[in-house]
């Protein structure tokens, strides 16, 4: 669960702070050093971000191997709600929840995701662009992420799905994490929470602070039968494999 501070700034170009990853490590070198010279690949993170179009979903995707295919281009992913700009895509929390696959046809209709100013759910068609106050105000809020690497390189099965408060936010079952060059076999094996942050909607003489809190970790090898955010009874799954260096 995520939680921002009272009165964190919900408006301007915040920039991006780094919220969540799931990638997998190499073994060997730097486990924090990325980028196409780095030892991960198959990356995905989501980062908070707010700006004049308001708050936005960002979600970031790198691929294997990274020396060739760090952008995830080759092969490059298909049905979704926006198109990659270097492996990212800045999605948001009204038009983009109902079309999934960009097809310009409604997959969804928001039923969880609710305005936190009015507590009903963001009218898409009504309401234009929602902002920080709107989606994340200062309450505590469920997010769920489901990944699972494609079958073979190049093959376009592979899946990334993403909740918020119990509403489906992204889903993509056509990934390819593995590129047409990888050499196969890649698994996801690495978690990371927080991140470096480019937060720039004060001047850096300021020296201003603002926080977020998470809590409630759970790390599954399967997804829930029922994850919706009422579901507060399912026992978790331990992961297996798990090693804490």
Same mark, same amino acid.
């Given at each position: 669960?995520?939680?921002?501070?009272?009165?964190?700034?919900?408006?301007?170009?915040?920039?991006?702070?780094?919220?969540?990853?799931?990638?997998?490590?190499?073994?060997?070198?730097?486990?924090y050093k990325a980028f196409s010279?780095?030892?991960?690949?198959?990356?995905?993170?989501?980062?908070?971000?707010?700006?004049?179009?308001?708050?936005?979903?960002?979600?970031?995707?790198?691929?294997?191997?990274?020396?060739?295919?760090?952008?995830?281009?080759?092969?490059?992913?298909?049905?979704?709600?926006?198109?990659?700009?270097?492996?990212?895509?800045?999605?948001?929390?009204?038009?983009?929840?109902?079309?999934?696959?960009?097809?310009?046809?409604?997959?969804?209709?928001?039923?969880?995701?609710?305005?936190?100013?009015?507590? @009903?759910?963001?009218?898409?068609?009504?309401?234009?662009?929602? %902002? $920080?106050?709107?989606?994340? !105000?200062?309450? *505590?809020?469920? #997010?769920?992420?489901?990944?699972?690497?494609?079958?073979?390189?190049?093959?376009?099965?592979?899946?990334?799905?993403?909740?918020?408060?119990?509403? @489906?936010?992204?889903?993509?079952?056509?990934?390819?994490?593995? %590129? $047409?060059?990888?050499?196969? !076999?890649?698994? *996801?094996?690495? #978690?990371?929470?927080?991140?470096?942050?480019?937060?720039?909607?004060?001047?850096?003489?300021?020296?201003?602070?603002?926080?977020?809190?998470?809590?409630?970790?759970?790390?599954?090898?399967?997804?829930?039968?029922?994850?919706?955010?009422?579901?507060?009874?399912f026992q978790p799954k331990p992961?297996?494999?798990?090693?804490?260096?």
């Amino acid at each position: 669960m995520d939680q921002a501070q009272p009165k964190w700034t919900p408006l301007g170009e915040t920039g991006i702070t780094k919220l969540f990853r799931i990638s997998s490590y190499d073994g060997a070198g730097e486990l924090y050093k990325a980028f196409s010279t780095g030892n991960s690949s198959a990356i995905f993170l989501w980062d908070y971000e707010s700006n004049k179009y308001g708050a936005r979903n960002t979600l970031s995707f790198r691929g294997d191997p990274q020396e060739t295919n760090y952008a995830i281009k080759n092969p490059a992913p298909i049905d979704t709600a926006r198109g990659f700009i270097n492996g990212d895509m800045s999605l948001n929390f009204t038009g983009n929840v109902i079309d999934l696959d960009g097809d310009s046809q409604p997959d969804q209709e928001i039923t969880h995701l609710n305005n936190l100013k009015t507590g @009903l759910p963001i009218d898409p068609y009504t309401e234009g662009a929602a %902002g $920080h106050d709107e989606v994340w !105000g200062d309450k *505590w809020h469920k #997010v769920e992420f489901f990944v699972q690497m494609n079958s073979a390189p190049g093959a376009m099965d592979g899946v990334v799905k993403q909740w918020f408060d119990g509403q @489906l936010l992204f889903s993509n079952e056509s990934f390819p994490w593995m %590129g $047409h060059e990888s050499e196969g !076999g890649i698994l *996801w094996n690495f #978690v990371h929470f927080g991140g470096n942050s480019h937060f720039h909607a004060y001047p850096d003489s300021e020296r201003r602070e603002e926080w977020y809190s998470i809590d409630d970790i759970v790390i599954r090898t399967d997804m829930p039968e029922n994850r919706n955010n009422d579901s507060s009874n399912f026992q978790p799954k331990p992961p297996s494999s798990i090693a804490i260096e």
